[in-house]
């Protein structure tokens, strides 16, 4: 009886210490990512009332590769890469100089042009803020493994504005093809709250509910599943680009700051030769697409193609709002093709290219139902992922953080 009153006693004190730990780091989380996504906005918005702001590009990829180089090494690429690196192969402990860093590097990356999200810097600063809070309070490897979780998931919940969603994206993404099951609890407390925190800060997120319910039926049904492979396609080559790209930029052995200004140079080229829609996040052709407008068929093979540069030639920014770019255009795409209904080929686009590309196939259902409730069939989302899914045998994310097939 002593025993199992003692067991009771245990359990009950354990997860009320990480209830309390999970709000906190919710709160820390959502305050420093309001505050990253407030001065984003701000620059954003105050580089792009000059028609030629894309000329700034080789200085600013310059600026960013050279405070990453000499300031924060880690805070170098897409972010989601070294955060998964600090909790397989680092003891979860990240440098907090990644933080300011990663910050300063992706707001002058994205205000210039460069083609790149704002997730998986999220996630790093989360991570970073995390493991400086378990390194103050001298909290033992395995508890700052769990609090460096928490600040990866309250990152991406309080960026995606899906709390639920993006907190599952933050423990899935970490582990191909499982979840960490005992961290999945204050990992939705800390989304939750750093959700609602960022929220109160004024934060203003993506949400496109769609006016329509597809009719399901065995027609339907064939096309979502030949939809699923061909997105599952279109994530092999996402990766197969990205790959491309690291080793291109690699192969030239210049000073990196030298390389950043190269990358940013060669950008404002592909921008005067194809359009600059490519350029900087793309929400507004991603709009475009849910909205059923027409793209051009080469669009996501274009953003492709400026991501991988952006990233690889020295800009700092995440890869999930390029992926929702290239998954929405590439829908977009098949929908004319086959002259199906553009809108509902773009949605499904969006969520199959994230449940592929990215190894997160239950986080992107769950982020289906939350972006485009209340009209979006459920059903018609998570049979788009599920064959998408397919992709995740050919492209896996090892524990370096690299897409490898």
């Known amino acids: 009886m002593k025993k199992r009153l003692y067991e009771q006693s245990l359990l009950i004190l354990t997860v009320g210490k990480w209830v309390c730990l ?106 970073g803020l995390a493991s400086l ?130 990358g940013g140079t060669l950008l404002v080229v592909m921008a005067c030769l194809f359009s600059t829609q490519y350029l900087g996040l793309g929400l507004n052709t991603i709009e475009n697409c849910l909205q059923g407008g027409k793209v051009s068929g080469f669009a996501f093979l274009l953003k492709t193609l400026f991501t991988s540069v952006t990233l690889n030639s020295g800009g700092s920014g995440g890869i999930v709002t390029p992926i929702f770019f290239v998954g929405s255009t590439s829908g977009n795409f098949f929908a004319q093709l086959f002259n199906l209904d553009i809108a509902t080929f773009s949605a499904l686009g969006l969520v199959a290219l994230l449940a592929g590309a990215a190894n997160t196939p239950i986080a992107a259902s769950i982020m289906s139902i939350d972006v485009h409730l209340p009209s979006h069939s459920p059903f018609s989302g998570t049979a788009s992922i599920s064959f998408a899914g397919a992709a995740e045998r050919f492209c896996l994310l090892d524990r370096s953080g690299y897409w490898r097939r």
Not at 31 to 54: D, E, G, H, P, Q
Not at 204 to 226: D, K, R
Not at 236 to 258: C, D, R
């Open 22 to 127: 999970s709000v906190i780091i919710g709160c820390i989380v959502g305050i420093s990512t309001a505050i990253f996504l407030k001065a984003l906005n701000w620059s954003t918005v105050s580089f792009s009332r000059y028609s030629y702001y894309f000329l700034f590009m080789p200085v600013a990829f310059f600026a960013s590769a050279l405070i990453i180089k000499y300031i924060a090494p880690d805070a170098e690429g897409h972010g989601t890469e070294k955060v998964i690196e600090a909790i397989h192969q680092k003891d979860s402990k990240i440098n907090f100089s990644v933080v300011p860093v990663k910050l300063l590097a992706t707001v002058i990356t994205i205000a210039s042009g460069g083609s790149a999200g704002k997730e998986g810097p999220c996630a790093q600063i989360g991570a």
């Open 133 to 262: 809070f378990a390194r103050i309070f001298r909290f033992d490897g395995f508890d700052r493994r769990k609090l460096v979780i928490c600040g990866i998931s309250a990152g991406f919940a309080s960026v995606f504005g899906t709390p639920i969603a993006g907190a599952i994206f933050g423990v899935e993404v970490l582990f191909i093809g499982g979840l960490l099951y005992d961290v999945l609890l204050p990992s939705f407390i800390a989304g939750i709250i750093s959700f609602h925190v960022s929220e109160s800060f004024g934060v203003s997120y993506f949400y496109h509910p769609l006016n329509f319910v597809p009719a399901f039926g065995q027609l339907f049904f064939m096309q979502v599943i030949i939809a699923g492979i061909f997105f599952g396609l279109i994530s092999f080559l996402l990766i197969e680009l990205l790959k491309l790209g690291s080793k291109f930029f690699n192969a030239i052995h210049v000073w990196g700051p030298l390389k950043g200004a190269m």
